[in-house]
């Protein structure tokens, strides 16, 4: 009968040693700080990345001021307890395809309650259920 576990008695000694578990915590400290660097880079330098307007559409039909404030509205109707609908919606009516991609850029990235940064895609899709991004989709075409 065989025995279960590593058949390689270098490999056994090794992980068993208190030289080998040194080496085995070095090496997954390493790895740590390796994937917390990657993460913070990406983070930092590859963050937020901006839409540019598609030139199959119609040109956007609002102004960079007009799309500032649009975000800034529905930011401060989806920060907090509860996400105000009826505010988001109201500000995403009557926007055209590049005039979306406009208020989407003015957004960009923002910090939510739980300290994560979300662009507008990914806090209405956190904030409401189904049935309200059904609607928002009816307005916005593409994005959700």
Known sequence: MKEKG??????????TSPEG?????????????ATALTVAYYKI????????EDARYVPSNITT????????????ALLGVGANY??????LTGLN??????VYNEFEERRSSTLTKLNLVEWL??????????KL????KGFF
């Not at 578990?21 to 700080?33: A, C, E, F």
């Not at 009826?86 to 500000?91: A, D």
Request: glycine letters at 6%.
């Open 97 to 102: 395809h590049n005039g979306f991609i406009k």
């Open 137 to 140: 989709r009816f307005l916005i």
């Open 125 to 134: 899709q956190d904030q409401f259920n189904e049935a309200d991004i059904v």
């Open 65 to 76: 001021t007009q799309a500032k404030a649009r975000a800034e509205a529905i930011y401060t």
């Open 86 to 91: 009826t505010t988001v919606e109201n500000n």
């Open 21 to 33: 578990q040194k080496l085995g915590l070095t090496v997954l400290k390493v790895v740590l700080i």
């Open 45 to 52: 330098f590859k963050g937020f990345s901006q839409i540019k």
């Open 6 to 15: 590593l058949g390689n008695p270098v490999i056994t000694k090794a992980l």
